[in-house]
């Protein structure tokens, strides 16, 4: 069975560009999350997507953004990328669904952003 | 919001040294989730905590879960250099927020 996967796995753009990062989840899961993991400061929640919606951000500029298609694969956008935006980001799966179920989250290798 | 604290930031240890990392949160948690990160690598999920002072192992590896369901901790055993890693736990409110809250994690270094 497949992992998540994520892509590209590295990526470098300049200050005030756009970039898009992908992830396709674990077959059979509909639920995806993106966190941002800094040097030094953990991973930070960004984004979690159930069904193809959007059901938390955490506390990023709106510049952060994303969405989940139908089937279940998920897109990182960031605009007008700033100097500590460079980071790993990572997005993870798991089975998903509001049912109260205490989903385990499995995590794809990331996507290593610098940004100059 | 919630929030959850780990402790030490980081531990250097000698190989065959015990070690152990402390988790607290700021909300009583339906569960706890523990992750290790090899450098380089991504988290990968080691094991979950549900009921009130619960204890697991896991080979040289225990996991506890406080009483009042607020902390936990990971305890190793006789460290070995294949421990080295960034340990997180992850807590779970279940107040109708299902995403996992994700301490800042313990790096963990193993000097043979």
């Known amino acids: 069975e497949a992992g998540v996967t994520q892509s590209p796995t590295h990526l470098i753009k300049t200050r005030g560009q756009q970039v898009t990062l992908r992830c396709s989840p674990i077959?059979?899961?509909?639920?995806v999350y993106w966190y941002q993991q800094a040097l030094g400061l953990g991973l930070q929640f960004l984004l979690w997507?159930?069904?193809?919606?959007?059901?938390n951000r955490g506390n990023f500029p709106p510049r952060f953004s994303g969405r989940q298609f139908p089937n279940y694969s998920s897109e990182l956008n960031v605009n007008a990328l700033e100097l500590e935006d460079s980071a790993l980001y990572l997005c993870?799966?798991?089975?998903?669904?509001?049912?109260?179920?205490?989903?385990?989250?499995?995590f794809g290798a990331g996507t290593r952003l610098s940004v100059l | 919001g919630q929030q959850v604290m780990q402790i030490p930031q980081y531990q250097h240890v000698q190989e065959g040294e015990d070690f152990t990392t402390y988790c607290n949160s700021s909300?009583?948690?339906?569960?706890i989730q523990w992750y290790k990160q090899r450098p380089g690598g991504h988290p990968v999920f080691l094991i979950q905590?549900?009921?009130?002072?619960e204890v697991k192992k896991q080979k040289r590896l225990t996991f506890q879960f406080g009483e009042a369901k607020k902390n936990s901790s990971l305890h190793i055993t006789a460290t070995q250099t294949t421990d080295v890693g960034t340990y997180f736990c992850?807590?779970?409110?279940?107040?109708?927020?299902?995403?996992?809250?994700f301490g800042k994690g313990t790096k963990l270094s193993v000097i043979p």
């Open positions: 077959s059979g899961h509909t639920s």
């Open positions: 909300t009583t948690l339906s569960n």
């Open positions: 993870a799966s798991s089975p998903g669904g509001l049912a109260g179920r205490i989903n385990i989250q499995y």
């Open positions: 905590l549900v009921k009130s002072g």
């Open positions: 992850a807590g779970h409110s279940g107040a109708g927020s299902y995403q996992l809250t």
């Open positions: 997507y159930d069904e193809g919606e959007e059901r």
